[in-house]
């Protein structure tokens, strides 16, 4: 299982948002660089980053910091935010991502979203951000009434490589995962299964991990590392 700590930047700083809310903010101290090099220095290197400036103004706006994560030896980073073009991925990745995430474009484009696998092969993931299992696009202020395991039935042969799926109720809360959401989704699909939003404990992840749920790869751990309530260096022994 692959654990992805995340880094959510915000006027170049790390933060994170209670629910997506950018009105429940919460700033950290230390910088986008060194909380990427604490990271790895305890064992955990891939990296989980998502440009919130990006994501508002549909463009990246801190390319230099992820710029500079992307050249810390070892570490490999999906980046996400605001992307809706091809070029727009060229440069992230030409920036030192690994991957690179697409959300409400590729949502609102399946024509798009198959372009982008077919161009960049093995390098696209397909961000699933859902409210009781319907899709929400822009930041997460336009609900939908799609749901997430329709969506994926058809886009499972396009070539996406991986699919975070978020329970936007559980970001930034602490509450616990929604395994049982994950778990239908990755019922309709083989394409690899990231879990995020709601993380509180170690034991959360060691459940995950313990449970051989189909597809899933991995889990993403915001707000509950940077509070204190997981250590890293316990998290990077269950690798």
């Given at each position: 299982m692959i654990i992805f700590p995340a880094i959510d930047i915000k006027g170049g700083k790390c933060v994170r948002l209670l629910k997506g809310d950018f009105n429940k903010i919460t700033q950290y101290e230390k910088s986008p660089v060194d909380q990427a090099k604490e990271f790895l220095a305890l064992g955990l290197n891939n990296i989980h980053i998502v440009d919130l400036d990006g994501a508002l103004d549909n463009r990246t706006i801190n390319e230099n910091i992820i710029k500079e994560i992307s050249l810390i030896h070892k570490i490999k980073i999906q980046v996400g935010g605001g992307i809706r073009s091809l070029e727009h991925i060229k440069k992230l990745l030409d920036a030192g991502a690994n991957k690179v995430i697409l959300g409400t474009a590729a949502i609102e484009s399946i024509e798009f979203l198959k372009n982008a696998c077919q161009k960049f092969q093995n390098k696209i993931i397909l961000s699933l951000d859902a409210r009781k299992g319907y899709i929400a696009l822009n930041g997460w202020k336009k609900q939908t009434t799609i749901l997430a395991s329709d969506f994926v039935k058809k886009i499972n042969n396009i070539g996406v490589s991986r699919i975070i799926y978020t329970d936007i109720d559980r970001d930034?809360?602490?509450?616990?995962?929604?395994?049982?959401?994950?778990?239908?989704?990755?019922?309709?699909?083989?394409?690899?299964?990231?879990?995020?939003g709601g993380i509180s404990s170690l034991a959360d992840v060691i459940s995950i991990k313990k449970s051989k749920f189909p597809n899933i790869e991995g889990v993403i751990i915001g707000r509950a590392i940077y509070d204190g309530n997981i250590k890293v260096k316990e998290l990077s022994e269950l690798i």
């Open positions: 930034g809360t602490k509450l616990g995962p929604n395994i049982k959401e994950t778990l239908n989704l990755s019922k309709v699909t083989k394409i690899p299964i990231v879990i995020s």
